[in-house]
């Protein structure tokens, strides 16, 4: 914890007073072709109902599976993951990290700056500059609004339902609730997460943590054999680690040389005093046949627009197995 608060300190006063941080973030964003320009970003949904809408869906995550009881370390990843966002194009999001009590591998973001990884993900990790990488994939989700975009395409926010927010705005944010909630259990395409990697060693290098911090991470989790359970959900929502190693070793390979060392400064441990998580539970509807109920218990039909009717509480109890 000491030698955070002194890397803190320093990263800080280095950004503050010389002003190479900046020049140095800037630079990273070139060579990997992580700009500023959001003009692609989806339009159509305000960053106000995003913030709602990611508000409401991790909300809802945290009745399915509650945060780990230690304080400290949620305080701390809160620290961390706030630092690695303001490296970003949108550090006035109001951001917040959370280390859900579950033993299954994994990290989610929903829209508008809620970030949340796992305890057995996180119990993976010893180092800051590997949850620096961590976080800095699921900022990058975040900050180019990859599930602001899936929503942006979907049924739900098509041009009538877009017509329908000056009548019953409400409405319209209750669905993209379900649709959010739909994207966070299903996971986003394979170009969004090869991009999010890509950024999360540009934010992390930009924090002054080591670039290979993510890199380190995907070894271990390939490293874990395909039918750990633990993983399941995980290899449901990302690409293969062996995959989104390759994608990531081609973009590192030509630019190894430009990249800075970086700080590797230790993780903070959970508590020894926390209890373990609790052991999940049968889930009432197991993981993909979640996303197919609406509230009532009725199942949409195939093909149907994705979000209506859907109870995001129950999508993610089922995902969760509680």
């Known amino acids: ?8 300190i320093v990263a800080a006063l280095m950004a503050a007073v010389s002003g190479q941080a900046v020049a140095a973030s800037l630079d990273l964003g070139r060579l990997f072709d992580v700009g500023k320009d959001l003009r692609t970003a989806a339009v159509g949904m305000d960053e106000k109902d995003e913030i709602a809408v990611g508000r409401e869906v991790a909300g809802r995550t945290l009745g399915a599976a509650p945060l780990v009881a230690d304080p400290e370390l949620q305080a701390y990843v809160n620290r961390v993951g706030r630092w690695i966002a303001m490296q970003t194009e949108r550090p006035d999001l109001p ?36 949850l620096a990488g961590v976080l800095g994939h699921e900022i990058g989700h975040v900050a180019q609004r990859h599930h602001v975009k899936v929503m942006q395409q979907s049924a739900v926010v098509s041009a009538g339902a877009r017509a329908a927010q000056g009548s019953d705005r409400n409405l319209l944010v209750n669905n993209l609730i379900g649709t ?48 750990d359970a633990a993983l399941a959900l995980l290899f449901k929502t990302h690409p293969a680690p062996g995959e989104r190693l390759t994608q990531l070793g081609d973009a590192l390979a030509p630019r190894v040389a430009s990249l800075p060392n970086g700080k590797e400064p230790a993780i903070r441990q959970v508590d020894p005093s926390t209890p373990p998580p609790a052991a999940a539970k049968p889930a009432p509807v197991e993981g993909a046949r979640a996303l197919q109920q609406e509230e009532g218990g009725t199942t949409i039909p195939s093909g149907g627009a994705p979000g209506r009717g859907i109870d995001a509480g129950g999508v993610l109890r089922g995902i969760f197995g509680r």
């Open 1 to 8: 914890m000491r030698g955070y608060c002194k890397h803190w």
């Open 95 to 130: 951001w917040h990290f959370g280390v859900l009590d579950t033993s299954s591998v994994n990290a989610f973001a929903a829209p508008g700056g809620y970030v949340l990884i796992t305890r057995g993900l996180y119990e993976m990790l010893d180092s800051e500059a590997q």
């Open 180 to 227: 959010g909630a739909e994207v966070f259990a299903r996971g986003l395409d394979k170009n969004a997460e090869f991009e999010a990697d890509r950024i999360g060693v540009v934010l992390a290098a930009r924090a002054g943590y080591s670039p290979y911090g993510l890199v380190e991470v995907l070894h271990r989790l390939g490293a874990r054999t395909a039918d």
